[in-house]
């Protein structure tokens, strides 16, 4: 079976550019959860969702991070304008449903790079 | 709110000597705590969990933690590290029955393996 997917694996754009990052995951979960990691900040919660509607959004940093889930198949995450400071790994993960029992699946992660 | 706290950001042993890695929590419920590891340029991956029933947890590669109510504690160990065990792990937690699996995560600990 197929784990978490992201892409791209890698980003580089300069500042200002929308930035578009892409998950899908594992068949059949009901929840996704968005993380950004960083030397500085470790790993942060952004977002997460379940049955595709949006739960917790308070680690968003700002109103430029927006996030969306249009089917239990593919969520996006988008940087509008993109700032230096947004620069880390960001990560996808799924689980089966939100018991606190359920495993998070993580994927690969999209490393962006803002210049 | 629930925190975890991993004590030593770096830790370092030589092969065939035991790994301890430590975690502490702090929970206002029951917690469910969970090792993962994620190895260079890649996402997390889970090592194991506890969520109730046997304290003593045995998860992959050879690595085990004991939940200790009395001391808040999660340790992670290995009785004789190996080279491919070289990488960074993370303590986590969610709150327990009806609380979800939104994960706390630990600032981490980077294991380093040494001949």
């Known amino acids: 079976d197929a784990g978490v997917i992201q892409s791209p694996r890698h980003e580089v754009t300069e500042m200002g550019q929308e930035v578009t990052l892409r998950c899908k995951p594992i068949?059949?979960?009901?929840?996704l959860f968005w993380y950004r990691q960083t030397m500085m900040r470790g790993l942060e919660l952004l977002i997460y969702f379940n049955n595709n509607v949006p739960i917790d959004d308070s680690g968003m940093p700002e109103d430029r991070f927006s996030a969306k889930m249009p089917n239990a198949s593919f969520s996006t995450l988008k940087i509008q304008p993109s700032e230096p400071r947004d620069s880390a790994v960001y990560f996808c993960?799924?689980?089966?449903?939100?018991?606190?029992?359920?495993?998070?699946?993580f994927g690969p992660g999209t490393r962006l790079t803002v210049l | 709110a629930q925190s975890v706290t991993q004590l030593g950001s770096h830790v370092s042993v030589s092969e065939g000597a035991l790994v301890l890695l430590r975690c502490n929590y702090s929970?206002?419920?029951?917690?469910?705590l969970f090792w993962y590891v994620q190895y260079p340029n890649q996402g997390l991956q889970l090592l194991l969990k506890y969520t109730t029933g046997a304290t003593l947890v045995k998860g992959i590669n050879g690595f085990e933690a004991e939940f200790k109510k009395s001391e808040t504690s999660f340790h992670l160990t290995k009785p004789s590290a190996h080279m491919s065990d070289a990488a960074e792990y993370f303590c986590?937690?969610?709150?327990?029955?009806?609380?979800?699996?939104?994960?706390?995560f630990g600032t981490g600990t980077q294991l380093k393996v040494e001949l």
């Open positions: 068949s059949g979960h009901n929840s």
């Open positions: 929970s206002s419920v029951p917690p469910y």
């Open positions: 986590a937690v969610t709150l327990g029955t009806g609380g979800g699996n939104k994960l706390t």
């Open positions: 993960a799924s689980s089966l449903a939100s018991r606190g029992t359920d495993t998070q699946y």
